[in-house]
């Protein structure tokens, strides 16, 4: 599998797991794409981090550092 | 800050199931202990670990497998911890991390356990990237403190501590003295000796004090003596007075013109302190849980104290008798019991006070007899609890002491 699209998942699942993304209620885990760049935009600027709406390095590098297992309540969208 | 949730009540109990393996034991319980105590700094919570049973809060390491987990980690590196928010109170850290101390390598086990014991109270993750309720670690801080924003999120939720009033001189005091050297004093002997303290102390155990030893006492006998200097450390012998306050959980001591404060056996920052509020020699200390308040005793006066608030002690001392009905003055000793009587102690015999502060009918009594199990005794057959009232067969034993053990852990 590309190794991009490995970490395209992986980078999905952070996103999924520490509340950035929703998990849509019905229906399996197809995202609009506006959903995902919304959330990693949240990511990136409650980790201080240039807020592109892209998958870039320095977010993926952000995502591998070591945290807490709870939820972040950083996109309001999520959060409500 | 985010509050997830709070404890309805602020005294809560803790209790530390097991340790990592890349730790000290003695060590990684430092590390949590202090993760209890950034927090009670800042808010007016109090924690007590329990060794065994129910606990409001339960620290635990697990891996990839957890029985009673379905948070499962993953390994070393990404996910450290996580924890229930209120009143679930779990806290589980990932037992494959490198958990050390001191240094910057591996993953900190007190800055981690700090955050979760945040989550266990109540807050979510901070958006101020610095702050300890961040989600991501920041590594090891040789002076980590809580963040402003880690202070404001615990106070939203249980208010400010009550800051212990104190004189600023005495503020910004240092330890004014280093500890006396003692001459070490000969092993005493409990039933003949005059007790320099004596202490209801955490947990119902009833500690006395005499020369460089300590012992416990309870209904089914007498504890080993310990030397003073062993449980405590840094305090010395021939002490004035003791009294532990089950309101702040602080222990007491007194000697000359200092005062010693322990959380258990460990001494709290800055102590000991010099008395100047109050007159230096003390004869006697006690705790009346009624009012919540200290009584200092000395010659034929006391003071009485709130720890937390402050006390006006421009009409003090004011007269023992004004107050305690038939004690004696310069008693060498007092105490609060679990009967919510008081006790004080002179030479060899001991006065009982009833809930009116009143010393009760057929006191004063011999401390060896009723305190120290010294001679043998045809235990009354008055039925237990009720007021035991001298007889003519026998001398009884004092009923009001509970069971307790009689070593100290």
Same mark, same amino acid.
């Given at each position: ?15 999924? *797991?520490?509340?950035?993304? *929703? ?11 506006? #959903? ?7 990511? *990136? ?10 998958? #870039? #390095? ?23 | ?30 590390? !949590? ?191 080993? !003596? ?59 200390? !006690? ?123």
């Amino acid at each position: 599998r590309v190794p991009g699209l490995v970490e395209k998942e992986m980078a999905m699942e952070y996103l999924l *797991q520490y509340g950035y993304l *929703q998990k849509p209620l019905e229906g399996p885990n197809n995202f609009k794409p506006e #959903d995902i760049t919304e959330a990693l935009r949240a990511f *990136q600027e409650a980790s201080e981090l240039p807020v592109s709406g892209q998958l #870039d #390095d320095a977010t993926r590098a952000r995502m591998r550092q070591p945290r807490c297992g709870l939820e972040d309540p950083f996109n309001q969208k999520t959060l409500k | 800050y985010l509050l997830l949730g709070r404890w309805r009540k602020k005294h809560l109990t803790f209790r530390i199931m097991n340790l990592p393996s890349t730790l000290p034991p003695h060590t990684a319980q430092a590390a !949590l202990h202090q993760a209890f105590q950034y927090w009670s700094n800042v808010a007016p919570l109090t924690f007590q670990e329990v060794k065994a049973g129910r606990a409001d809060i339960r620290l635990s390491f697990h891996g990839r497998q957890s029985l009673y987990c379905s948070n499962a980690f993953d390994g070393p590196g990404r996910v450290l911890a996580h924890a229930d928010i209120p009143e679930l109170g779990s806290v589980h850290f990932d037992e494959d991390e490198f958990w050390t101390e001191g240094t910057y390598r591996g993953v900190n086990l007190r800055i981690i356990a700090a955050h979760e014991v945040g989550h266990a109270l109540g807050l979510g993750h901070s958006r101020y990237t610095q702050a300890l309720m961040a989600p991501v670690y920041h590594g090891y801080q040789p002076h980590f403190k809580l963040h402003p924003d880690d202070v404001a999120g615990i106070q939203a939720l249980y208010g400010k501590k009550i800051p212990v009033i104190r004189d600023e001189e005495e503020e910004t005091e240092q330890p004014t003295v280093p500890p006396v050297p003692t001459e070490p004093s000969p092993m005493p002997d409990p039933c003949s000796s005059e007790l320099d303290a004596m202490m209801l102390g955490p947990s119902g155990k009833t500690y006395a004090f005499k020369g460089d030893y300590v012992w416990t006492v309870s209904d089914s006998g007498r504890g080993p !003596l310990f030397r003073v200097s062993a449980l405590w450390k840094g305090l010395p012998g021939n002490l004035d007075a003791a009294v532990y306050s089950p309101r702040t959980q602080w222990i007491y001591f007194f000697k000359g013109d200092r005062v010693w404060r322990y959380v258990n056996f460990r001494m709290s920052p800055g102590f000991p302190k010099k008395l100047n509020k109050v007159e230096p020699n003390l004869d006697a200390a !006690l705790y009346w849980p009624f009012n919540k308040k200290v009584f200092l005793f000395k010659g034929s006066g006391y003071w009485q104290w709130d720890e937390l608030a402050h006390t006006d002690f421009s009409s003090y001392p004011k007269p023992i008798k004004g107050l305690f009905t038939g004690v004696p003055n310069q008693p060498s000793a007092a105490t609060s019991w679990q009967d919510g009587r008081l006790y004080f102690f002179k030479g060899k015999v001991y006065w009982r006070l009833n809930q009116q502060l009143r010393v009760e009918k057929g006191y004063p009594r011999n401390i060896a007899d009723h305190w120290m199990h010294c001679h043998p005794q045809t235990v009354d057959t008055t039925p237990s609890g009720g007021d035991t009232t001298p007889s003519g067969t026998g001398t009884i034993l004092d009923t009001t002491h509970s069971a307790i053990d009689t070593t100290l852990n």
